[in-house]
């Protein structure tokens, strides 16, 4: 039984997909991300499911990779470290290939895989006061795995304002980015949310589901071999002094050496 993730389902065929890991900003775990893997297969492969919510339980949406689990990688060897940290790229590979519509309910901050989980949904609805950012290469890391999905949401030439340099934008920029589809105050989240799933209910189940997979085919989709490169930048990346320096000054809460 997933411990991390819920799922709820209502009468009409809607889903929503809760991270639930709220005292933790819903970082991602390596038990988190399989318990989220495979509630998208399952989802996937029920047809009663008509459209899916991504949501996230707590003040956070997702603080991004959980750095203890992060940490422990060090403590692997290379192949080993490979497979593990390609957690997050089959989660996300996972929730890009629902059948189903997918909506984000982003009610508070996203960072790192955090602005991944926001990149596979169909159309992200954020509150107004969020604050995104990739702030990977802050702690000598590269945002590699996520980079497929983010790079397909925003655009290389909108992914690269914000990809490298670790800086923090709020959501009226995200916007502006192509990352959220656009911003309602906190209040009105749900509201918002709602107005994206209700015309879907009006839609023949099949044809959205055929119109989707259309889509995905005339954009070109996310190709195995640029989610394997990813993944194989990053583990080489793992590897670097500059990765270890930036991972232990920010769990000895100092300046890293670069800064």
């Keep these: 039984m997933a411990e991390m993730i819920r799922v709820d389902v209502d009468g009409r065929g809607v889903a929503t997909l809760w991270l639930a890991r709220a005292d933790k900003h819903n970082a991602l775990s390596a038990q988190m991300l399989g318990e989220l893997e495979q509630a998208a297969q399952d989802i996937a492969a029920d047809d009663a ?12 949406f997702c603080a991004g990779g959980d750095l203890a689990w992060m940490r422990d990688q060090f403590e692997m060897d290379a192949a080993t470290r490979r497979v593990e940290s390609a957690r997050i790229a089959t989660a996300l590979g996972a929730l890009y290939a629902l ?4 909506i984000g309910r982003v009610q508070g901050n996203a960072f790192g895989g955090g602005v991944g989980l926001a990149s596979v949904c169909d159309v992200t609805i ?3 006061h969020v604050t995104m950012g990739l702030t990977e290469t802050k702690l000598g890391l590269i945002p590699a795995n996520i980079g497929p999905y983010v790079v397909a949401r925003m655009g ?9 340099n670790a ?3 709020k959501a009226d920029e995200a916007v502006r980015l192509g990352l959220l589809s656009r911003v309602v105050p906190a209040g009105d989240l749900d509201a918002g949310v709602e107005a994206e799933v209700a015309p879907y209910l009006a839609c023949a189940p099949g044809a959205v589901r055929e119109a989707k997979a259309l889509l995905r085919a005339l954009s070109g989709g996310i190709s195995p071999a640029q989610v394997d490169h990813a993944i194989d930048a990053l583990a080489a990346r ?13 769990f000895d809460k100092r300046a890293a050496p670069w800064a």
């Design 49 to 60: 499911v008509r459209v899916v919510v991504l949501a996230a339980e707590g003040k956070t």
């Design 99 to 102: 059948p189903q519509p997918l």
């Design 238 to 250: 793992w590897e670097s002094a500059e990765a270890r320096a930036g991972i232990a000054a920010f």
């Design 156 to 164: 290389a030439v909108n992914a690269a304002q914000v990809f490298m």
């Design 167 to 169: 800086r923090l934008f």
């Design 126 to 128: 954020g509150a107004d």
